[in-house]
């Protein structure tokens, strides 16, 4: 205290204030004199926080457009948007940097990169320093909103008549490239039950020789979320077998001396839908 001013040092108080949860900090000043009293400071906003966020979206011409516009309390530079999928474990994130003194943004992709779903929007920062790894913030993250993109009747436009090559399959969290020996052609759309994403199609596979086959399964049947099928069944209604050995997969009870190379897989990977 100095002529009646008071000075102190904000920066001695930045360790707490950083380490703090709360967004918006209040410092109170305390007297103690003959009369002790308080009063109400400053108050420091100590977290950069999006708000008030609007998405507004619409279907064209097998593309998705995003316009995305928020508010923001508090103020960073080099800012970072990322847009995750939650109907797909471990599904590709779309990133797309925020120009300076802007808060609104416009995403425009195939409706085969941003299928009907379950998605996260996240607002960061850019950090040079980081490692690089970039992983997919919780729920209740800072500056996070889950939303639903897309609906149920847009998926007979984006998958019929389409065709989708058999990358991998899953197991747990094993994922198991298979080649580029399967591949399938999406004929009906057909759920069982209301909300369900499930078409029929056809599998082939091309054997050594160069020449595709219809396989003897068919027709088959499975779900498609994004790029990935949580079953593929054939007429008979049985699940999808892969022997790990003979790179093969089948729908009967074969392959008895192939032993633990023996799968169930629990998620198909797929990938393509150009229509040929
Ligand atoms: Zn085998």
Not at 21 to 28: E, S, T
Not at 155 to 184: F, H, S
Not at 204 to 215: A, H, I, L
Not at 260 to 276: K, S
Request: hydrophobic letters at 40%.
């Amino acid at each position: 205290m100095h002529h009646g001013i008071a000075t102190f040092d904000l920066r001695r108080f930045s360790d707490t204030l950083r380490a703090s949860a709360v967004p918006l900090q209040a410092i109170d000043f305390l007297g103690l004199g003959e009369e002790s009293f308080t009063f109400l400071l400053l108050r420091v906003q100590t977290r950069w926080q999006v708000a008030n966020i609007h998405v507004d979206q619409h279907f064209k011409e097998d593309s998705r457009y995003l316009n995305i516009k928020w508010e923001e309390d508090g103020k960073v530079g080099r800012r970072i948007f990322r847009l995750w999928p939650l109907h797909v474990l471990g599904g590709d994130y779309i990133e797309k940097a925020v120009p300076d003194d802007v808060c609104a943004l416009q995403i425009v992709a195939p409706v085969g990169q941003l299928p009907p779903g379950r998605y996260r929007l996240e607002w960061t920062q850019y950090d040079p320093w980081d490692s690089g790894a970039v992983y997919l913030p919780p729920a209740d993250g800072d500056n996070c909103l889950d939303i639903e993109l897309g609906a149920l009747s847009e998926m007979p436009q984006i998958y019929l008549g389409k065709r989708l090559l058999v990358t991998a399959v899953g197991l747990g969290k094993q994922k198991i490239e298979i080649g580029g020996n399967y591949w399938l052609k999406i004929d009906e759309f057909n759920p069982t039950f209301e909300g369900e994403p499930r078409f029929i199609g056809n599998i082939y596979s091309t054997g050594p020789d160069g020449v595709t086959r219809s396989m003897p399964y068919n027709p088959v049947s499975f779900y498609l979320v994004g790029c990935q099928m949580p079953f593929l069944v054939d007429k008979d209604g049985d699940g999808v077998t892969y022997c790990r050995r003979c790179r093969v997969l089948f729908w009967e009870d074969a392959h008895r001396e192939c032993g633990d190379a023996v799968i169930l897989p629990d998620t198909i990977f797929v990938e393509g839908g150009d229509g040929q």
